[in-house]
T-cell receptor, first 115, second 112 residues
Framework: SAVISQKPSRDICQRGTSLTIQCQVD?????MFWYRQQPGQSLTLIAT?????????ESGFVIDKFPISRPNLTFSTLTVSNLSPEDSSIYLC????????????FGNGTRLTVT | GQQLNQSPQSMFIQEGEDVSMNCTSS?????WLWYKQDPGEGPVLLIA?????ELTSNGRLTAQFGITRKDSFLNISASIPSDVGIYFC????????????FGQGTILTVHP
């Protein structure tokens, strides 16, 4: 399965600041996605990270709040901006290879706590 | 949008017992996947299903893609303490196979 490395693994941030999360994947991955898992909840897709162009955001998520970069095939960042306590969640990077039979794999996530 | 209803929400079982959980959808899915999440980690893929009626096993785990394409179940046989965790079903109804809709999760507790 694909190897997906994410950092930091956790952080505690103050209200109003921003946190940038990095994700590195191995060469098997062609598509990258960012998910959010709020405390005690399931996973929700934030956006598809597109190589060399703007990310594609899901309903309820906007670029100003969650800017995403993907400068090359194997690296992406997610920034959570202007933090509030409601942003306290686990943010997960995920990736999959080509073709319909390539399933989605996840990194270990970044646990963000906003104080 | 698409929604998945996963049940049960939680299960408390004795070691050695079999476990069954399922997911249903109001719309058709093309792919069903089952993940397990341990505390502090990301979800780990257990089984992926791609065809209606498909029955797939992975060790003590067995999952099926419902014939109507609106449901899936996961069975765990002869449970052991390390089966403890949260199990999620996930599916996609479109052609973007990374855009998954997740169920609410089933919290499994296994008593030795």
């Amino acid at each position: 399965s694909a190897v997906i490395s994410q950092k930091p693994s956790r952080d505690i941030c103050q209200r109003g600041t921003s946190l940038t999360i990095q994700c590195q994947v191995d060469s098997q991955v062609t598509m990258m996605f960012w998910y959010r898992q709020q405390p005690g909840q399931s996973l929700t897709l934030i956006a598809t990270a597109n190589q060399g162009s703007e990310a594609t955001y899901e309903s309820g998520f906007v670029i100003d709040k969650f800017p995403i970069s993907r400068p090359n095939l194997t690296f992406s960042t997610l920034t959570v901006s202007n933090l509030s306590p409601e942003d306290s969640s686990i943010y997960l990077c995920s990736g999959r290879g080509q073709g319909p039979a390539a399933p989605l794999h996840f990194g270990n996530g970044t646990r963000l706590t906003v104080t | 949008g698409q929604q998945l209803n996963q049940s049960p929400q939680s299960m408390f079982i004795q070691e050695g017992e079999d476990v069954s959980m399922n997911c249903t959808s109001s719309s058709i899915f093309n792919t069903w996947l089952w993940y397990k999440q341990d505390p502090g980690e990301g979800p780990v893929l257990l089984i992926a299903l791609y065809k209606a009626g498909e029955l797939t096993s992975n060790g003590r785990l067995t999952a099926q893609f419902g014939i109507t394409r609106k449901d899936s179940f996961l069975n765990i046989s002869a449970s052991i303490p390390s089966d403890v965790g949260i199990y999620f079903c996930a599916g996609t109804g479109g052609t973007s196979y990374g855009k998954l809709t997740f169920g609410q999760g089933t919290i499994l507790t296994v008593h030795p």
